[in-house]
């Protein structure tokens, strides 16, 4: 009500002019926010390489830092965060990221695409896109030395568990740039480790159809090949409609899993052809591609003929629904299995942009996916927005 009485009282000059302000104050607001995070990164940066330096010398023991904890606590009972735990978290955050194994893999993926070759084997912000320029390098300069400004695309709380849970640096690496990528927060990023995102999304591809290749090049390290649906919980036997329902209900959960660009438009999409109606199972709009993306159920194994059925969607999204400015509709078809050399000949002559995907109810065992990873940080570095041919 009151928003309807404040929208009758101003004009559309007032309106857009107080547009403006409420952009001016989000801008600063995330300013703000990242300078916290900085510095937040900092702090743990200095204070673990300060313990880590003692521990190393037999200077302190584990007695020493909990007693530097316990010290903190009672000189300073306002600085929070610092508990015998925390601190040992700091020390590894500082150890893990110094090493030479950490710093060989940012210069091995990352200082190619450097402008300064005086900074190899450390985040340049002068590669980000304007508007991550806006919130990061104008407001904190970070000290000079070993601290690799990479580490301050996501935040602390982040850093630790991609520490804990992560075996190799080029993992690490990955999931820092995701995390920054995607926007994670804590739980989310969590949830990403869990459903193996560095495996599903990086690993060699042949489940995309030559269309999609060819109209959407950077689709490879856009598109998993697999999807986790474990918090559907799903029975071994299950139908289309129960999968269908699963994914609606938890809508946050699957978008998470597809990508935050995904974003979710309608169910059993109805599209009219002549004189006949078909639905579509799932629409989605890709803002990153600026593209609709129709999502076929399938209960059963990969068969040709649902590429068929698919392709004929897309068809008619292109001509009845995609707008102007829109790129051409992507189609993909989710089942339980998929025969891989049958996938093979199905997408060598598709000249549709569509995939054929999978999906699993419980996580599958890791893969080291180095050459994957360069090609994931190659086109973070680049743009935002995927290019189209």
Not at 9 to 29: D, G, T, W, Y
Not at 129 to 146: F, H, L, Y
Not at 242 to 253: A, N, P
Not at 318 to 323: F, P
Request: proline share 3%.
């Amino acid at each position: 009500m009151t928003n309807n009485i404040i929208d009758n009282n101003i004009s559309s000059l007032q309106e857009k002019q107080f547009a403006e302000v409420v952009e001016l104050i989000i801008q600063h607001k995330c300013r703000a926010s990242v300078a916290v995070n900085n510095e937040t990164l900092f702090t743990a940066w200095s204070v673990g390489k300060y313990v880590s330096d003692k521990l190393k010398n037999e200077e302190w023991g584990s007695k020493v830092v909990s007693q530097l904890s316990e010290y903190i606590r009672a000189k300073r009972p306002d600085v929070k965060g610092f508990s015998r735990s925390s601190i040992y978290n700091m020390v590894m955050f500082y150890e893990e990221y110094s090493s030479d194994a950490f710093q060989k893999v940012i210069g091995m993926y990352l200082s190619a695409n450097s402008s300064s070759n005086n900074d190899i084997g450390y985040w340049n912000y002068s590669n980000l896109q304007d508007s991550e320029r806006n919130q990061a390098t104008e407001i904190v300069q970070m000290p000079s030395g070993q601290f690799p400004d990479v580490l301050c695309l996501t935040t602390l709380s982040n850093h630790y568990d991609i520490l804990c849970r992560c075996r190799s640096s080029e993992e690490r690496l990955f999931y820092i740039l995701y995390a920054h990528k995607e926007n994670l927060k804590n739980k989310e990023l969590q949830r990403a480790i869990s459903t193996q995102t560095y495996e599903t999304l990086l690993r060699r591809k042949i489940n995309l159809s030559k269309g999609l290749l060819e109209t959407y090049p950077d689709s490879p390290i856009m598109f998993k090949d697999t999807y986790f649906v474990d918090f559907l919980n799903l029975p071994k036997k299950h139908n289309e409609l129960h999968l269908k329902h699963g994914l609606i209900e938890h809508m946050k959960q699957f978008i998470l899993e597809l990508g935050k660009d995904f974003i979710f438009m309608d169910q059993e999409y109805c599209l009219t052809v002549g004189a006949s109606s078909f639905k579509a199972d799932l629409l989605f709009f890709h803002r990153g591609l600026q593209a609709l993306v129709a999502v076929e159920l399938k209960k059963t194994k990969f068969h040709p003929r649902d590429l068929g059925q698919l392709e004929f969607y897309l068809e008619a999204l292109d001509r009845d629904v995609k707008r102007s400015n829109e790129n051409p509709s992507i189609g993909i078809i989710l089942c339980p299995d998929a025969d891989k050399v049958v996938v093979e000949y199905a997408m060598s002559r598709s000249m549709s942009p569509t995939m054929i995907a999978e999906y699993k109810r419980i996580l599958i065992p890791q893969e080291q996916m180095q050459q994957q990873l360069r090609e994931f940080c190659q086109f973070f570095l680049t743009e935002d927005s995927p290019k189209k041919k």
